[in-house]
């Protein structure tokens, strides 16, 4: 009897992965050895003639005090802001997850964050935050904190600009967060919990010894794959601040884009972007390894 | 004294449109074995789930101890419950799974480990402390959730379905072990199951549940001798009795007592006729079946023969059969009540 197609697994696996990798090497295997081969030449938008010119851009690079300047903003912004993503959308998942009267509005507002797009909620923000007509600035000064005609200058002030960076972007990831968790909590077998509730364990106990634990790995997947979000993201950055005051909220991404495409710098450019590549790979294999310990469970 | 009591208990779900307990009183005393039983639905569970507080009644009270618990939640109420999944905590070892009631208690640290030991050693799962639960059988499992149990020192063990998940072999050998635990202990245990076997096995009483209503309590030997209605008499017992109508009553007698006729010595016997159609051999005892009559309307029905008795018998031909008179149950046709016993001459 012929075997048909349907039979030869291997065959059929290699088919099945095609698409997958055209995709990959397309997008990222091209792209990846596109920036090492600029990182190690002179290519500038003013001049695109390929010359290679070794590590110097490595050495420029690193001479650079803006450059130091954004690794630190960059585990500032993203270590923070993970904290507080996963803080929070831990919270916001346990309100998704409770029975109680109205929790489809509140359910709405909780999502609605994520699902506004970045062009409309940037303008929000950027009023929220004005120099002059901040709503939060007129909120402290009704309530004193605040002198008549003071200003808080959110985006003006190296630490309130980061401060404001920050929240913007827990704002927008937080939803996001709160569902991947609520996906955790949901998967946990009711018994489970009933069991907890019949060994007397009070609320603080289920959830800090059964539940937490128990949306650990999920939790932890979602965390990384924020921080690698985060980490080489610069939207907000970008519609905020665009990295000032005086680079005080510049990121390594946004640095990069501003010296390879806005300044024109393509090799050094490629050169920052790729600094990045190895704190991403040890990521990524942490969550690989976060993965493989759910599956042993 | 009662241990755990319910009273008019009432649980409606879905608005009133699903009435899962419809009036249930019943009481369990000092270290009774009470089996509820009951087929698929008939609401076993959500009255267990009663008892542990995990639901609010509708309606009535629970009683534990002598208190009225009804509104409490399940950490104030003593009890330890062995769900059917046995729901272990899959990211304990069993000996954190075991110790972890006594946490929640504010049990010391010396006397939990001493209870935590003294569990491991009752239910023989000392060398499983350090593993997980997925590394544990299906057997082991049931143990480590009883041990998780029994540290507790509770006033009442509620146990749902502990054996379904078992094979037949460990489910025989576990349910054994289950009520020698349980004589050992002492423990008021409420046991559900929808197996018969199980039920008459361990039960020093059992209560017949269905559609949310209690339709008999008492020890086994009553529940199966006197049921107290068509219910009761066709769902216990296997084969069930055989129920034959006569008269506007139904005539019901287990098979195992109805026999051909030169093997019921009584004098007080009732003839029935069996035209024998089908012979089964089951472990040892040879099941017949056929259409009886004389006794009532023509019913088809079964007779369960020991290996004793060795009457020749076959497919085909109509035998004489008999039933001891003191055998016969009545039953009302139209409630299907127990009714009174009339004589039928034969
Ligand atoms: N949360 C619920 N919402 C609505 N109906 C329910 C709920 N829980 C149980 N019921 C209904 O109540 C009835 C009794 O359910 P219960 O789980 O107590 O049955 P059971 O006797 O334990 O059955 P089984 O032997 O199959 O476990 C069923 O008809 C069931 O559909
Ligand atoms: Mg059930």
New binding site residues.
Partial sequence: MATRLADRAGLLAWLFLLPSVLYIVALVAVPFALAIAFALSDVSAGDPSYDYVGGRNFERVFDDPVFWRSLGNTFVFTGISMVLIVVLGKVLANILVADFRGKWLVRFLVLLPWTTPVALSSISWLWLLDSIYSPIDWVLRFFGFLGPGENLYWLGQPGLAMTSVIAVHVWRLTPLAAVIMMAGLVAIPRDIEEQAMVDGAGYWRRMFEIKIPLVLPVAAVAALFGAVFTFTDMAVVRVLTRGGPNDATQVLASWAFYRGIEGGDVGQGAAIALFLFPLLLAAAIAILRVVRRIEVW | MAVVEVRELV?H??GGR????DGVDLSAGDGEYLVLL????????????TLAGL?VPTSGDVLIGGRVVTRLPPRARKIAMVF?SYALYPHKTVFANIIFPLRAQGVPPEERHRKVRWAAELLDIGPLLGRKPRQLSGGERQRVALARALVREPQVFLL??PLSNLDAKLRASARDELKRFQAEIGTTTIY?T?DQVEAMGLGDRIVV?AA?KVRQVGPPVEVYDDPADTFVATFIGSPPMNLVTREGRLVGFRPEHLLPVEDVRSPDRVSVPLAVDRIEYLSGDRHVYGVASRIGEETRVVARLPATVDTPIAAGETHDFAVDARRLRFFDAETGLRAEPVRLEG
């Avoid at chain 2, 699903?18 to 307990?21: C, F, G, L, S, T």
């Avoid at chain 2, 009951?38 to 789930?49: A, D, E, F, H, Q």
């Fill in positions: 649980k779900y879905d699903v009435h899962a307990i009951g087929p698929s639905g008939c609401g076993k569970t959500t009255l267990l789930r639901e059917q749902d379905e559900v929808h549940l949310g």
